[in-house]
């Protein structure tokens, strides 16, 4: 999951809080989705990573979907965490920004073009 999702996931609901403003959890995403892309720290919107940080279990998600709601396909409660094997992987600093015309979809898979 992105810091960026977890963050802006946190401070709506913060504020959520804070206003005793109650939103749909789609709702949160779509919000979390838009600030980040507003900020220019994701270049999708993250909506896979807004929904881990806003609920649990697993989700299959369209992000060219119109929207969180409607880009939710599959969900279910996902193994309890007793069963987690957690495992970190550190690749060091980016060095270079992909850009979203380098990616591409074909029907079985999506590939990123040289």
Known sequence: ??????????????LCDATD?????ADIVDISAAAQLAAG????GSYD???AATEG???LI???AADARSGLLLEAIGPSSEDWTV?????????????????YITSTS???SP
């Open 57 to 59: 279990g697993w989700k």
């Open 87 to 103: 495992l970190l992987v550190l690749r060091g600093d980016r060095t270079e920004r992909p850009r979203t015309r380098g990616f």
């Open 21 to 25: 403003i109650e939103l749909e959890n």
């Open 1 to 14: 999951m992105k810091s960026s999702a977890a963050v802006s996931v946190a401070a709506i609901k913060a």
């Open 110 to 112: 999506i590939l990123s």
């Open 62 to 64: 369209d992000s060219n």
């Open 49 to 51: 990573d807004s929904w």
């Open 41 to 44: 720290v994701s270049l999708t």
